[in-house]
């Protein structure tokens, strides 16, 4: 169970997450999350293996849990060439060493939720990444049905980019995912918004001249048959061997 304490004024405060929190944060993620994840992973977090990551404590907490975690963020350095967001980037040719921050995991315990502690959290990565000079973007996905989590990412002028079919396998069930991501030290959209616009409009106008020639061929018919227009790719540029959608407000 997530720890059930009611804080009263809460001081929040924020660090690193260190080796001592380790079944700590074993539990919240048992506890949050309908994944499961390995003990390497946990290991690689608490010391610092190729992940970096910050706590929320309570140090007006009465008791005796002051520095006890009720929140936590993860997140990993990635190379940008070669992400999956590579084609939501604008490249620089001289610079092959861009990089992205991927946030693996933001949780806070849900009697600590709306003090603010999430959007605190994902502000420490923004900085972080924000603080490397190559750093272009931090990105994350988000389950389908999380509404208060996708509330926050448009909240913090994250933009979501496209929607992922079947991205995620819980409990024999798959589930879409969105995904979001904040650009910084100058990274952007290898298109600007009035190409955006351009691509759209062409999208448009191409289902418009599907849809008459599928009439035409049936013209003949007393009543056309409209085919229901399926969900499909089309603002941003996409590789082929994803199965991705374009997210649309």
Partial sequence: MVNLYKPGCPSIFYRPIRPSDLEVI???HADLFPIRY?????LNVVHGRDIVSWGAVDRNRSDGHSD?????????????????????????MSEANQTLVYVLTLGVVESYRNFGIATS?????????????????????????????????EKMSFQCVRRLHSFYFINGQHYDSYLFIYYVNGGRSPCSPLELATIF?????????????????????????????????GLLPTTQNKRILTCHD
């Fill in 38 to 42: 390995e003990s390497e992973f946990f």
């Fill in 201 to 233: 409009m062409a999208y448009i106008r191409c289902g418009f001249k599907a849809v008459a020639s599928k009439l035409w061929k049936k013209k003949d018919r007393k009543v056309p048959v409209w085919m229901k227009c399926k969900e499909s790719s």
């Fill in 26 to 28: 074993e539990k919240l």
């Fill in 121 to 153: 959290l994902i502000k420490e990565v923004i900085k972080y990444a924000s603080n490397i000079t190559m750093c272009q973007a931090v990105y994350l996905h988000v389950i389908s049905y999380n509404n208060s989590a996708i509330h926050l990412y």
């Fill in 68 to 92: 006890e975690l009720i929140g936590f963020v993860t997140a990993r350095l990635v190379m940008a060439k070669g992400s999956e967001v590579e084609d939501v980037l604008r490249f620089e």
